[in-house]
Structure formats: structure tokens, C-alpha cells
Nanobody, 119 residues
Framework: QVQLVESGGGLVQAGGSLRLSCAAS????????MGWYRQGPGKQRELVAD???????NYADSVKGRFAISRDNAKNTLYLQMNSLKPEDTAVYYC?????????????WGQGTQVTVSS
């Protein structure tokens, strides 16, 4: 099992910045990747950014150039630096970790942290 605890959400004005953190514990060895997803009001959950165990990053087109994902392996912590925030970034942000065992993908989720961007 993997436990994920997010922090760092809040209310910010458009153009502002926030940094989300996700502390991971438990069986975190052999994780294939970690990432951030979000779910806005009335929307489906979507990938924001992820980072592989080798450090390869991937971003949704809507956040490229504004958001940066990183991980501190020594602290078992994942980060999402969010700059130039827009009202459409308003959502609950979820930390995700995944591994593949026997060809089956296993996903682990945090409880989510609210990000609200006011115009």
C-alpha cells in the first residue's frame, strides 16, 4: 500500500502562484510514476502532470509553461509549482502514484486539496 497526503492548496488571485506538496509513505519502492490530477466543478478528473521514476515529465497542454512538477526522492515528496494561475485552474488537485504488477496497473490516490483561483 501507498499513502499519499497533499498540502498547499488554497485561494489565490489570478496570476498568482501556489506550490502543492504530496508526501508519500508505505511501499513506495518500484513506483512507476507519480503525478497530479485535477477535477474541476462538473468536470472529469484529468491529468495535469506526471513524472516517471527516471525523471521524465509530461504535462497537459493547458498547463505547459506555467506548471512544473518535481520530486525529492530523499524526502519521498512530490511537488507541483503552479504559476500564472487562471480561474480555469480552479479544481481539487489529487496526488497519484502508480505501479505495474504482472501487467496490471495499480493506482493510489491522495485525498485531494482544493485550489481556487479568483478573477
Amino acid at each position: 500500500q501507498v499513502q499519499l497526503v497533499e498540502s498547499g492548496g488554497g485561494l489565490v488571485q489570478a496570476g498568482g502562484s501556489l506550490r502543492l506538496s504530496c508526501a508519500a509513505s508505505g511501499s513506495i519502492f518500484s513506483l512507476a510514476a507519480m503525478g497530479w490530477y485535477r477535477q474541476g466543478p462538473g468536470k472529469q478528473r484529468e491529468l495535469v502532470a506526471d513524472i516517471s521514476s527516471g525523471g521524465t515529465t509530461n504535462y497537459a497542454d493547458s498547463v505547459k509553461g506555467r506548471f512544473a512538477i518535481s520530486r525529492d526522492n530523499a524526502k519521498n515528496t512530490l511537488y507541483l509549482q503552479m504559476n500564472s494561475l487562471k480561474p480555469e485552474d480552479t479544481a481539487v488537485y489529487y496526488c497519484n502514484a502508480r505501479r505495474v504488477l504482472g501487467g496490471v496497473r495499480l493506482d493510489y490516490w491522495g485525498q485531494g486539496t482544493q485550489v481556487t483561483v479568483s478573477s
